[in-house]
Structures are given as structure tokens and as C-alpha cells.
């Protein structure tokens, strides 16, 4: 089945810095969202981004589909920021293959 | 819309006690997957229907475990007996199937057993 890596797994900033989590897939996909796990344990949709880029405040996303890897920008971090954040694809039709995620902690 | 609802938010029981997690989906959605976390293994699908017909149960650890979906609002998985390395949380989804869909999921269920 398809492979989702992840990176850094893990992440400290400091509150207001910028960061760049990247999403590796082994094949082609139809669908990919971006997932923010909160400290409750509630996942958080952030961005379904099959290709393309789309912008949400302080985030962002980026999918280059043809080159198999997406892109989550945070800017001017924020304690609440911290988390884990999910890459997870599908081929279509299909359920979600998740990444084993980025563990972001943001310190004040 | 109210989002996925998943019940119980958190259910401890002892070790081989029947267990029944509940999911009623997004209204509209056809497609529902139930996901369990864990440390170990992080998010894995267990099981997804289409339409109401399961569709990929291979994720099913065992046959102590069974999900159904009488209708298209309302699905079961359900733990028989239940054991102490079945605690996790788990996690139903929903999604309009199509080939372009976005899932969205339940706040969880997290289960411990004892």
C-alpha cells in the first residue's frame, strides 16, 4: 500500500518562529489533507490539498502531486499551535493512509 | 451540521466486558471508517463501509471484534470481550465518497480496559 513519511518527527519552537513540516508519499493520490491534532485529542481538519497551494491565516499548504510531497507552513507560531499534525492521502475512493506525524511544541 | 458524533467520549471497563462504540456521521456523508490510536501503531483504519456495506474490514485485529451499519446515519463497533491491549482511542470518519473528498472526524472515543 501506498507509504506516508513525515518530518521532523518532532519539532520545539520558540512562540513567533516560522516552521515547515513536510509530507513524503510513495504514489500518486487523489486526496490529501492536512490534520491538527489537539492536545484534547481532536483531529482538526487544516487543509484538503490534493494539489496546489491554499492559505488559512497563519498556515499554509502546498501539494506538488507530481513530485509526491506536500508542504505545511506555520508562521508567528503560537502556544495553541502546539500538537500533532497528520499528513494523510488517499488514492480515491479509498480511505486515509496516515503519516506517523509531527509533534510540534511551542514554548513562550 | 453538528459534525461526526462519536459516543461514549471515554468508556473504562474491565478486561472481558463487551464493549459498543457508536458513530452517527456527517448527514449526506455514504462513506463512514472507524480508526483506532495508539502509541505503538498510530492511526490505523480498522474498517470502512460504502453505502452502508462494509466494504475493507482487514484491518480487524480479531474476531472479538465486529462493526455494523444498520443505516446511514448510525454504526456500532463493538469489542467482544474485551481486553486490556484493545485501550487506544478510536476514531469514526465520514466522507461523500467520489473520487475528490475530504474526511472529517469524531472527537473520539477513548477506550481503556482494565
Known amino acids: 500500500g501506498i507509504q506516508v513519511e513525515q518530518s521532523p518527527p518532532d519539532l520545539i519552537l520558540q512562540e513567533g518562529a516560522n516552521s515547515t513540516l513536510r509530507c513524503n508519499f510513495s504514489?500518486?493520490?487523489?486526496?490529501l489533507q492536512w490534520f491538527h491534532q489537539n492536545p484534547w485529542g481532536q483531529l482538526i481538519n487544516l487543509f484538503y490539498?490534493?494539489?496546489g497551494t491554499k492559505q488559512n491565516g497563519r498556515l499554509s499548504a502546498t501539494t506538488v502531486a507530481t513530485e509526491r510531497y506536500s508542504l505545511l507552513y506555520i508562521s508567528s507560531s503560537q502556544t495553541t499551535d502546539s500538537g500533532v499534525y497528520f499528513c494523510a492521502v488517499d488514492r480515491g475512493n479509498t480511505p486515509l493512509v496516515f503519516g506517523k506525524g509531527t509533534r510540534l511544541s511551542v514554548i513562550a | 451540521d453538528a459534525g461526526v458524533i462519536q459516543s461514549p467520549r471515554h468508556e473504562v471497563t474491565e478486561m472481558g466486558q463487551e464493549v459498543t462504540l457508536r458513530c452517527k456521521p456527517i448527514?449526506?456523508?455514504?462513506?463512514l471508517f472507524w480508526y483506532r490510536q495508539t502509541m505503538m501503531r498510530g492511526l490505523e483504519l480498522l474498517i470502512y463501509?460504502?453505502?452502508?456495506?462494509?466494504?475493507?474490514d482487514s484491518g480487524m485485529p480479531e474476531d472479538r471484534f465486529s462493526a455494523k451499519m444498520p443505516n446511514a446515519s448510525f454504526s456500532t463497533l463493538k469489542i467482544q470481550p474485551s481486553e486490556p491491549r484493545d485501550s487506544a482511542v478510536y476514531f469514526c470518519?465520514?466522507?461523500?465518497?467520489?473520487?475528490?473528498?475530504?474526511?472529517?472526524f469524531g472527537q473520539g472515543t477513548r477506550l481503556t480496559v482494565v
Open positions: 448527514s449526506g456523508h455514504n462513506s
Open positions: 463501509f460504502n453505502n452502508n456495506v462494509p466494504i475493507d
Open positions: 470518519a465520514s466522507s461523500l465518497r467520489g473520487r475528490f473528498t475530504e474526511a472529517f
Open positions: 504514489d500518486s493520490v487523489n486526496n
Open positions: 490539498i490534493p494539489s
